[in-house]
């Protein structure tokens, strides 16, 4: 039977000349060929559904977050809809400093405050960003004219501000960080994206974007074209004219909104720290726009107050943040009621100019409304002179803002009340059964 097989096996097929063994084996091995083919595509079609859905898939993790995307300008770039316009900014070098920084009450589970590194090559992480677009170096640089002198409109101890227009445009306020203070430029730089990148306000400067490129750090804001109020009061945008009354009220009135929506409408709250006229910008139809939040504090929930080194400008800075750096909310109320009687008076907060007993703005008002010489208090350069009932409210107003005891001043939303009531008096809201502080004064 072994003979017979053999030979079969050793006959030659007449049509292809090939031995059977040869003709078995090869169709034997197509025959295995075709099941590894086609198995895999049968056991694929038979998985069994789960529940009859499938499971979504995930995004790819963007390298920041998914809000941060590069924009890189075009003519066909619609996100910027409106004509922005910015600002004559600038810092002051006459910073108060001092006082270690902590946390002074609450838990550890929802923190006010921002720990910040050293300046690295790295991106911020996502914790430490707010919201906004992720402009390239490139982009800027052309909008500026590679950061162009002729494009500086304002320079302060932390970094220079540029003019620029996108290719598609629309004019924008470009701050470049310095690093000749790495530590200070990275905390100004992720304070400010923290602190504005996701609020919206009408009276907030708008934080469009910023660029993180190497050891690069710069700010994209909204541009506003109309200076400031410390040029308006003090001389720089007076060849335009001069403020009315109802100007510089409108003017007051929109920043003392923005501080309530900061200190009142978010969560943290923000304290912004440096409230003065240079850092209040004014747009074509005189509306206040507050910028510069580089010293800005959050205070999340449970958080009244924080001990931090003392700093922003001299004649503007509360007594009790700058005797003990405690701070805040009612900090900012202070430094307002400043602003407020500048505009008021057109004097400076602190003016060395001057006689001795009105170096002092705060220290001056307060002796001419003690004395009923509040008429005189009044800006000369206004051709038309507030009513008697306009200046003693906001008289009124100031002065409860600047009162010594922290605790006796109003929340800004109350001052916005102050300041949008037709009564006067206004009424000193749960001030009920509270006794006069020293150094508080009534106008008269």
């Known amino acids: 039977m072994a003979s017979y097989l053999s030979s079969e096996l050793l006959k030659r097929v007449t049509f292809l ?8 084996a ?17 056991l694929s079609r038979k998985k069994p559904k789960r529940n009859g859905k499938t499971l979504p898939t995930s995004p790819p993790i963007p390298p920041l977050s998914k809000e941060i995307r590069v924009v890189n300008c075009s003519a066909n770039n619609n996100y910027y809809n409106d004509p922005f316009q910015d600002a004559y900014r600038d810092k002051d070098s006459d910073k108060l400093l001092g006082h270690t920084e902590k946390i002074q009450s609450g838990d ?16 911020p992480k996502l914790s430490q960003l707010g919201w906004g677009h992720w402009f390239t170096l490139r982009d800027l640089q052309i909008a500026t004219d590679n950061f162009s002198k002729e494009n500086v409109i304002g320079e302060g101890g932390y970094g220079i501000v540029y003019r620029g227009q996108l290719v598609n445009g629309n004019p924008v306020a470009i701050k470049k960080l310095l690093l000749n203070n790495l530590g200070e430029a990275e905390r100004e730089f992720r304070v400010e994206v923290e602190a504005i990148g996701h609020v919206r306000h009408k009276n907030l400067v708008r934080l469009l974007g910023y660029c993180i490129e190497g050891t690069q750090r710069l700010l994209v804001y909204e541009y506003v074209n109309n200076g400031n109020l410390e040029q308006w009061l003090h001389g720089a945008m007076r060849h335009h004219g001069y403020l009315t009354w109802e100007a510089r009220m409108n003017v007051i009135l929109g920043t003392a909104k923005a501080l309530a929506y900061l200190h009142e409408a978010i969560e943290p709250k923000v304290v912004h ?21 580089g010293l800005a504090k959050m205070l999340g929930a449970g958080k009244n107050y924080i001990t931090t080194r003392v700093m922003g400008t001299f004649g503007y800075v509360a007594p009790e943040y700058a005797n003990s750096g405690i701070l805040n909310e009612k900090s900012d109320v202070y430094s307002f ?19 001795a007993d009105e170096v002092n703005l705060v220290n001056w008002l307060k002796m001419m409304v003690g004395s009923k010489r509040s008429e005189k208090v009044v800006d000369p350069t206004m051709e038309m002179r507030p009513s008697t009932s306009s200046l003693k409210r906001a008289l009124l107003t100031a002065l409860r803002c600047v009162d010594p005891n922290d605790q006796n001043r109003p929340a800004m939303s109350q001052v916005v009340r102050m300041l949008e009531s037709q009564q006067y008096p206004v009424p000193r809201e749960g001030r009920k059964g509270q006794k006069t502080q020293a150094g508080s004064v009534r106008a008269e």
Do not use: M, Q
């Open 273 to 293: 720290r440096d409230i003065k006229s240079s850092n209040i910008l004014i747009d074509d139809k005189f509306n206040a726009k507050i910028s510069d939040f």
């Open 108 to 123: 550890n589970d929802n923190v006010g405050l921002i720990s910040y590194s050293s300046l690295s090559d790295s991106p």
């Open 26 to 42: 090869f169709f034997i091995g197509l025959f295995i060929v075709v099941i590894l083919l086609v198995l895999p595509f049968c």
């Open 17 to 24: 000349h090939l031995k059977v063994w040869v003709l078995i």
């Open 337 to 355: 009621g400043v602003v407020l009687l500048e505009a008021i008076t057109g004097r400076d907060p602190v003016d060395y100019r001057r006689p």
